[in-house]
């Protein structure tokens, strides 16, 4: 549940650069005449068990995914004295304020939540996106409540296109394709795991190192269960909201499209 209002950049007068984008078109190689028939046989050979060494890699890597996954959950619960001597408040929204703090000796965000409860992101643990915010763990010392996230240098997307609008500047096209890439690949892993945002906008979109994009902000997600279609409550924002959230029709992860 990163957060309402985005991390600002410490030079706020300074833009982004814009980054060009260069696609590859797949091109066919052309054949190399220099393998002899024997050759060719080996290589349609281990062209047959593609497969299977490409199941044995998946299983590797949910492998590595379990164990890594379950390495972090032991350091989930964080000490408040870990965090809480070193807060500079970055934003104030009616979700909660956040705050630029210390772990280990790493920026994070910290953000401050009313109740215990709003800190049960249990079904947020597992994700693991280069696309998607990083939860970093949760600090529980009533009457302080904090969940921990990875800290995004340059702000939110919303912070970017607004300071380029004031300065009469542009965003090139391959900028934006190269965006929208970006928040299409994160889109595409929470709905692979039955998440549905809610609330995609530019001010939920962060800016990290090497302008990488990081969907925030899941304070209104939902889990979907194993039903095709959820009447879903009223939470987000109207200007983006997908008109079956307003008429209270049953809904689906297609309401993160509009």
């Not at 957060?3 to 650069?17: G, R, V, Y």
């Not at 984008?21 to 066919?28: A, G, L, R």
């Not at 299983?59 to 870990?82: A, M, Q, R, V």
Request: aromatic share 8%; proline share 5%; glycine share 6%.
């Amino acid at each position: 549940m990163p957060p309402p209002s985005q991390p600002k950049a410490n030079t706020d007068d300074q833009d982004i650069d814009q980054v060009e984008i260069q696609y590859e078109s797949n091109k066919t190689k052309p054949a190399d005449t220099t393998n002899d028939g024997g050759s060719g046989l080996m290589d349609s050979f281990f062209g047959c068990l593609k497969p299977f060494f490409t199941a044995v890699n998946k299983i590797g890597e949910n492998i590595k995914y379990s164990k890594d996954s379950t390495t972090s959950s032991d350091n989930w619960l964080i000490p408040i004295d870990s965090i809480v001597n070193d807060l500079a408040l970055i934003g104030i929204g009616i979700e909660g304020s956040v705050y630029r703090g210390k772990l280990d000796g790493q920026n994070v965000a910290c953000k401050r939540v009313k109740t215990e409860e709003e800190t049960n992101i249990k079904y947020l643990r597992k994700l693991n996106h280069v696309n998607v915010i990083k939860f970093r763990g949760i600090s529980i010392s009533s009457p302080l409540y904090y969940i921990v996230m990875e800290y995004c240098t340059y702000g939110s997307l919303f912070d970017v296109l607004r300071r380029r609008r004031e300065k009469n500047s542009y965003t090139k096209p391959t900028q934006v394709l190269d965006w929208s890439r970006q928040i299409s690949n994160g889109v595409q892993y929470l709905h692979a795991n039955k998440i549905v945002h809610r609330d995609l906008k530019s001010p939920n979109i962060l800016i990290a190192d090497d302008y990488i994009l990081k969907i925030s902000d899941f304070g209104t997600s939902k889990q979907l269960g194993s039903k095709q279609g959820q009447i879903m409550s009223f939470n987000g924002t109207s200007a983006w909201m997908a008109p079956e959230v307003i008429r209270r029709e049953p809904c689906s992860e297609k309401i993160d499209i509009w």
